[in-house]
């Protein structure tokens, strides 16, 4: 990491992390998003992919079990068929990681990011619908499927669980019950990819103290400060990200 990128860029990795830590935090999503985005600003998207793993499965582990292991089981079960097909689409599309092009890496996941966050920043809300099996794997599957690539699939997680209106406490719950074992899933994955070895374990490894210190602080500010208001700033958060990510992929 030294030799390929610097010191400079270790500080600024270190720095991506605990700042995603901390929006994660507050707003229950988006420090893979945030991680990708700023750590694919100068370092190969494959090396950032890996970076993010580890410290996103350590997070949402945090988050999901922040009311007690009862309450996460009670969300694997109320979400399982979300969860199924969000895992079987997220271990098919890990496998294109290393063979799609990087310029369609970020435009795969930067378009939906950025059309969301402008949506919800507009102020469109998903009008609540009935519970359907059918939606609930489409979702998941899509989900499961950006996940695979990116590490990135709160975009489809947080509209399906606003458009079912999910109250405020599950619905930080039940995200990190979500990523949490997408995050396992994922690891498991790029073992299997080849994303995740030797050469890229120990930024993955680096990068976890301080999203767990960014996620603690967030923490402390989520059970504090109008969520409404923070929320707003996370979603201008993830319109540069996703930006970030279009001018990558459309300039190469």
Same mark, same amino acid.
């Given at each position: 990491?030294?030799?390929?990128?610097?010191?400079?860029?270790?500080?600024?990795?270190?720095?991506?992390?605990?700042?995603?830590?901390? /929006?994660?935090?507050?707003?229950?999503? +988006?420090?893979?998003?945030?991680?990708?985005?700023?750590?694919?600003?100068?370092?190969?998207?494959?090396?950032?992919?890996?970076?993010?793993?580890?410290?996103?499965?350590?997070?949402?582990?945090?988050?999901?079990?922040?009311?007690?292991?009862?309450?996460?089981?009670?969300?694997?079960?109320?979400?399982?068929?979300?969860?199924?097909?969000?895992?079987?689409?997220?271990?098919?599309?890990?496998?294109?990681?290393?063979?799609?092009?990087?310029?369609?890496?970020?435009?795969? /996941?930067?378009?939906? /990011?950025?059309?969301?966050?402008?949506?919800?920043?507009?102020?469109?809300?998903?009008?609540?619908?009935?519970?359907?099996?059918?939606?609930?794997? +489409?979702?998941?599957?899509? +989900?499961?499927?950006?996940?695979?690539?990116?590490?990135?699939?709160?975009?489809?997680?947080?509209?399906?669980?606003? +458009?079912?209106?999910?109250?405020?406490?599950?619905?930080?719950?039940?995200?990190?019950?979500?990523?949490?074992?997408?995050?396992?899933?994922?690891?498991?994955?790029?073992?299997?990819?080849?994303?995740?070895?030797?050469?890229?374990?120990?930024?993955?490894?680096?990068?976890?103290?301080?999203?767990?210190?960014?996620?603690?602080?967030?923490?402390?500010?989520?059970?504090? /400060?109008?969520?409404?208001?923070?929320?707003?700033?996370?979603?201008?958060?993830?319109?540069?990200?996703?930006?970030?990510?279009?001018?990558?992929?459309?300039?190469?």
């Amino acid at each position: 990491m030294l030799s390929l990128y610097g010191a400079g860029a270790l500080v600024a990795s270190v720095g991506i992390a605990l700042v995603a830590g901390m /929006i994660k935090g507050v707003v229950g999503f +988006a420090m893979p998003t945030v991680m990708i985005s700023g750590l694919a600003s100068f370092m190969a998207p494959e090396l950032a992919l890996a970076g993010l793993i580890l410290p996103t499965l350590v997070t949402n582990g945090m988050q999901a079990l922040r009311q007690g292991f009862a309450a996460a089981w009670g969300s694997i079960k109320k979400f399982r068929v979300f969860l199924s097909a969000g895992l079987v689409m997220l271990l098919l599309s890990a496998q294109l990681v290393r063979v799609m092009p990087a310029s369609w890496l970020f435009l795969g /996941i930067g378009v939906p /990011i950025t059309v969301f966050t402008l949506s919800q920043l507009a102020g469109w809300t998903p009008k609540t619908i009935l519970r359907s099996t059918r939606i609930e794997a +489409a979702v998941g599957g899509l +989900a499961g499927f950006i996940g695979g690539m990116s590490g990135v699939w709160a975009p489809a997680t947080v509209a399906y669980l606003t +458009a079912i209106d999910v109250p405020k406490q599950e619905h930080l719950r039940i995200q990190g019950t979500v990523y949490g074992l997408g995050a396992f899933a994922l690891f498991g994955a790029h073992l299997q990819s080849g994303v995740i070895r030797a050469e890229t374990l120990p930024l993955s490894v680096g990068l976890i103290l301080p999203a767990v210190i960014g996620i603690w602080l967030g923490f402390q500010v989520q059970d504090r /400060i109008n969520q409404a208001m923070f929320r707003k700033a996370t979603l201008w958060v993830l319109l540069l990200a996703g930006l970030n990510l279009v001018r990558r992929g459309v300039m190469g």
